[in-house]
């Protein structure tokens, strides 16, 4: 006998997807655990976004749950995602609790059990169950995590909650006992935890700690081929059940960096004074010149100031009647016949059509002052065929008022032109792009500060990263918050991410994201904190298990809205690379940027560099410009990841291809510049 037909409808709650229905992930999540999960029995015929509204929920509960049978479009299920946690605007809860005619705590129960092999934090959520007429009713947290984890608890035994609540006869269901209840479900002894086990990906990897720094060791030796289908790490299972490889597929650089752009958000925008603050911003919008520039007719040069003649002829001897200085003040007007000296960058006198410079002047007279001063009484023009606005700066000759003077896209640099720019037609605040908040967290029980004092003890390691990467993320201009260092124990490292991410926009951390049993990042950002990891293992050398996830979190206004979080290898070198190569793009788009990501440059090897025959690497080198102008790209010397030292100096990270042959003297490659260029010239 077929299982009958069964109809779905999802309501999602979020204010922020009502206004912007492509940051909702949740409903294509639910429909797929409706068909990987539920099975061919389920369809989902309605859906709908909804504000954080008791109102808009109550709307769509009533209306989907009055269809009756008579109309054959009864929805036996209604499942509602969001709106669930302890936020002002969360009131899903009191939204559907007083329409529910019957309530199912059993349904509650498996959902909380569910989630709390998770997270405690499951304890947070508020689920409510029931039945209204002939629909089952049950409320998902909002993340797509959450709401996965939740229905994957239940969606086995919802169809027979469901038949019951159409009406079907409950003796005619029960008849052969509970093991043919639980047969026909799909569940049993075991094979349900087995199956929320499996539905939640709890195995994902901890994907090693990677911060051991492990100074001195030599080339990495493996002795098996990777198996074709790779399973990850459960924190909570032993050694017996622990996997050997990553369930991560290893990714090209490029599809790696394309996955970075894809879920890293749009800028957000801000007001911001015109100040030295400003340098490195990214302008939101087009800037209008608010006055002309000059404001005045003023003079270009030192001088006298000329009612030009018809004929041009300035020859003759004239009497200064007056003095224009560049300081503010009134000047009287000037008449043909009358010359006033004028001093570059002075408003000319009313009336003045032009200004000789003095170097075509005699002084002729001269005469006291009241205060015993000599003074210029008369003066010779040696020009002739003189026109008018001659040495003259006419009002907007520099800038017009309402031009544009600066474009949407447009970054202020140090050098200080933009800032002089907007300074000089009075702007005094822009739109720009706000640049993110960086935090930077170090992981591993066997870090320790680096101004420590004292030896270190056996297995102590001076945490390089957290200081490295700090000082990396300030010198492009970002603001950087020290997040100290998380021992290596999933509650722990929960919380000190969680409170990260109520401070910073992006979060960086280093280790835990190997394959080490107490490698426990990856298993965190997903299980604990509901997030998705993009990507975990990619195709480069240093930097193979860099990983790029993001995380549902709600504002201070209730909006829901991604956090990002870069998971760095340990070793000093292989979190520098990376953060230059994948963190700082990010930082790039959020800020506005463009192009975002490292400037690209062709350059010259100067000496054969050898090739790693499996991945391509970024090798750190020191580019020149030489006497023939030619950029060349020099080697930092040993490249072990482990190498700190491989860094020093480094303004450029060779882009080179596998292969089992040497890169030859004198072969073109890429490099991606990280500092400024040096001259050998």
Same mark, same amino acid.
């Given at each position: ?9 999802? %309501? ?169 209840? $639980? ?87 801000? %007001? ?12 939101? $919008? ?90 210029? $009484? ?9 026109? $008018? ?32 720019? %907007? ?259």
């Amino acid at each position: 006998m077929s299982a009958p037909k069964l109809k779905a409808a999802i %309501l999602v709650v979020s204010t922020t997807a009502a206004q912007d229905p492509s940051t909702d992930a949740a409903e294509a999540t639910l429909r797929e655990v409706f068909e990987k999960d539920g099975g061919p029995q389920w369809t989902v015929p309605y859906s709908k976004i909804v504000n954080d509204s008791v109102a808009e929920i109550q709307k769509y509960i009533i209306n989907w749950s009055a269809l009756t049978r008579s109309q054959n479009d009864v929805i036996n299920l209604v499942v509602t995602t969001g709106g669930t946690g302890f936020a002002v605007a969360d009131v899903t809860p009191e939204a559907v609790s007083p329409l529910l005619h019957k309530q199912a705590p059993g349904l509650v129960h498996g959902m909380l059990a569910a989630s709390l092999n998770v997270t405690p934090f499951a304890m947070m959520s508020r689920p409510v169950a029931g039945v209204r007429g002939q629909t089952v009713i049950i409320t998902l947290p909002g993340s797509p995590k959450g709401a996965r984890e939740n229905l994957q608890a239940v969606i086995k035994m919802l169809p027979h909650a469901c038949l019951q609540a159409a009406g079907l006869n409950s003796r005619a269901m029960h008849t052969g006992g509970v093991k043919k209840l $639980e047969q026909e479900a799909g569940v049993g002894s075991g094979s349900g935890q087995q199956h929320h086990h499996h539905g939640h990906d709890h195995s994902h990897s901890h994907h090693g700690h990677g911060h051991r720094h492990g100074h001195g060791h030599g080339s990495l030796v493996r002795h098996t081929k990777p198996s074709e289908n790779p399973m990850s790490n459960d924190p909570s299972l032993g050694p017996g059940r622990r996997h050997r490889e990553s369930p991560f597929p290893m990714l090209p650089v490029d599809d790696a960096l394309q996955q970075i752009r894809q879920h890293t958000p749009e800028p957000q925008v801000t %007001l911001a004074k015109v100040y030295s603050s400003l340098v490195g911003a990214v302008l939101a $919008e087009d800037v209008l010149a608010r006055e002309n520039v000059p404001a005045f007719r003023a003079s270009i040069v030192d001088g006298y100031a000329v009612v030009v003649p018809s004929d041009g002829n300035m020859k003759g001897t004239f009497p200064v009647t007056a003095i224009s200085h560049a300081a503010p003040g009134q000047v009287a007007p000037l008449k043909e016949g009358e010359i006033a000296r004028i001093t570059t960058g002075a408003p000319l006198p009313p009336g003045a059509t032009s200004v000789i410079m003095v170097e075509d002047t005699v002084l002729a007279s001269t005469k006291k002052t009241e205060d015993g001063k000599e003074e210029e $009484e008369t003066v010779e023009i040696l020009a002739d065929n003189v026109k $008018e606005g001659e040495n003259i700066r006419e009002v907007g000759s520099d800038i017009k008022q309402g031009t544009v003077i600066l474009r949407k896209g447009d970054q202020v640099s140090s050098v200080g032109g933009e800032i002089g720019l %907007l300074a000089a037609v009075g702007v005094a605040e822009v739109k720009i792009y706000r640049r993110p908040v960086v935090g930077v967290l170090s992981t591993g029980d066997e870090i320790v500060s680096h101004d420590r004092p004292g030896d270190l003890s056996l297995g102590e390691v001076r945490d390089t990263n957290r200081p490295t990467l700090i000082s990396a993320a300030r010198g492009w201009g970002y603001e950087v918050v020290d997040l100290g260092v998380a021992k290596d124990k999933s509650g722990t490292l929960e919380e000190v991410l969680r409170e990260a991410m109520r401070q910073v926009d992006v979060v960086i951390t280093t280790g835990g994201v190997s394959m080490g049993e107490l490698d426990l990042l990856k298993p965190t950002i997903e299980h604990s904190l509901g997030g998705t990891i993009h990507f975990g293992r990619v195709a480069m050398k240093p930097g193979k298990p860099s990983t790029f996830a993001t995380v549902p979190v709600k504002n201070n206004d209730g909006e829901r809205v991604s956090k990002l979080i870069f998971s760095l290898p340990g070793n000093p070198a292989s979190a520098l690379v990376t953060f230059h190569l994948f963190v700082l793009p990010s930082l790039h788009q959020l800020s506005g940027v463009t192009p975002a990501g490292l400037p690209r440059v062709p350059v010259v090897v100067s000496h054969d560099i050898p090739l790693d025959r499996a991945r391509p690497e970024y090798h750190r080198a020191i580019v020149v410009v030489t006497k023939d102008g030619t950029l060349s790209a020099t080697s930092t010397g040993g490249q072990r990841s482990s190498r700190v030292g491989s860094m020093k100096g480094a303004n450029a990270l060779l882009c080179l291809p596998s292969g089992s042959e040497p890169l030859r003297k004198g072969s073109k490659v890429e490099a991606l510049l990280m500092g400024d260029i040096r001259s050998d010239m």
